[in-house]
């Protein structure tokens, strides 16, 4: 079960040795003893984040029955509360103050006037297939990224935590100065947007852009 929730969550190609933590029985143990072995009673320890391999990270929790999250321990137990653990995928490694793996520019995507295809559709992070239809791109976002003065550049970047992929328009500076809602499937995760804060349905959506998993859970 341990390698199937490290092949599910990890940034790293799926059914690589890497993703399911080359299989090591160090990292492996450690996993199962953190998970299992550390039950809700008294004499239960102070649990902590940890990562264990394959660049996943587990996350203490509290779990409601019908599948509300809380990093916090909540202060009544009467909602059936109950500690569990969050995989998802570690911070990405980022070198010196550059961008890390997770933003890549599409601009010349966007601009060019002979795709291959449409819609153009791009693997990020080993996780989600991103989608444009290039044929409906609003000509408000042409115009902004064919302006050199504007310095304006169209990345996929990812939320702040979990890691979803999102857009943005940076001016060369490299700051921030739009976010665009990309659209993607619910993924059960109502109550975990609710952690997380970085989960994004607004009615500005991009209609041209849309991300979904390529993950199986088996």
């Not at 809380?70 to 500690?83: M, Q, R, Y």
């Not at 940076?170 to 975990?192: H, K, N, Q, T, Y």
């Amino acid at each position: 079960m341990v390698i199937q929730i490290l092949r599910f969550v990890s940034p790293h190609p799926w059914g690589s040795r890497t993703a399911e933590g080359f299989r090591k029985s160090a990292g492996l143990d450690r996993i199962v003893t953190s998970l299992f072995d550390n039950v809700s009673d008294d004499t239960s320890k102070e649990r902590s984040a940890f990562s264990a391999g394959s660049h996943v990270l587990w996350t203490p929790v509290y779990v409601r029955p019908d599948g509300l999250l809380k990093h916090a321990k909540p202060v009544s137990g009467t909602d059936g509360w109950t500690e569990g653990w969050l995989a998802s995928r570690s911070p990405p490694y980022r070198d010196g103050n550059g961008p890390s793996g997770l933003e890549i520019d599409i601009t010349s995507l966007i601009l060019d006037k002979k795709p291959p295809v449409d819609p153009v559709e791009i693997l990020y992070d080993n996780r989600f297939v991103l989608s444009f239809k290039l044929h409906a791109v609003p000509d408000e976002v042409f115009e902004r990224l064919r302006t050199s003065s504007s310095g304006h550049r169209l990345v996929v970047t990812s939320t702040v935590k979990y890691f979803l992929p999102r857009l943005v328009f940076r001016l060369s500076s490299g700051d921030g100065v739009e976010a665009i809602s990309m659209p993607g499937p619910s993924l059960g995760v109502g109550s975990v947007a609710a952690v997380s804060g970085g989960y994004d349905h607004s009615s500005g959506a991009a209609s041209w852009a849309s991300w979904r998993l390529v993950r199986a859970f088996e």
